[in-house]
């Protein structure tokens, strides 16, 4: 059974750091391409960034470029998202998710994809 389990969110103040971590049990992460994803209350799910299988093509939205950074490690079945200069409206329920069918970029734009794979959520909130 395909289990992907979220982790390193909580609670921290605007210009802070947090990084999630994204881990797989029962497959190899190397033959998929990881998107991470934010759920905020009231509003739609949205792409925040994504990762080609082998880590070559990385996907950000506007709204984070420059800020957060995504990373895999296949050896340890795990992709990250190094969040810095957090704000207010990042706050949300990020998810990690899973596609052996879509590319990275396909993947961060259409959160509505049926994925292959996707974790429970980890709740990120940015407050003073």
């Known amino acids: 059974q395909l289990q992907l389990v979220e982790s390193g969110g909580g609670l921290v103040q605007p210009g802070g750091s947090l990084r999630l971590s994204c881990a797989a049990s029962g497959f190899t992460l190397d033959y998929y391409a990881i998107g991470w994803f934010r759920q905020a209350p009231g509003k739609e799910r949205e792409g925040v960034s994504c990762i080609s299988r082998g880590g070559g093509n990385t996907n950000y939205a506007d709204s984070v470029k420059g800020r957060f950074t995504i990373s895999r490690v296949n050896t340890e079945n795990t992709v990250y998202l190094q969040m810095n200069s957090l704000k207010p409206e990042d706050t949300a329920v990020y998810y990690c998710?899973?596609?052996?069918?879509?590319?990275?970029?396909?993947?961060?734009?259409?959160?509505?994809?049926?994925?292959?794979?996707w974790g429970k959520g980890t709740l990120v909130t940015v407050s003073s």
């Open positions: 998710a899973a596609s052996k069918r879509f590319i990275s970029e396909a993947m961060c734009r259409n959160p509505s994809y049926e994925m292959d794979a």
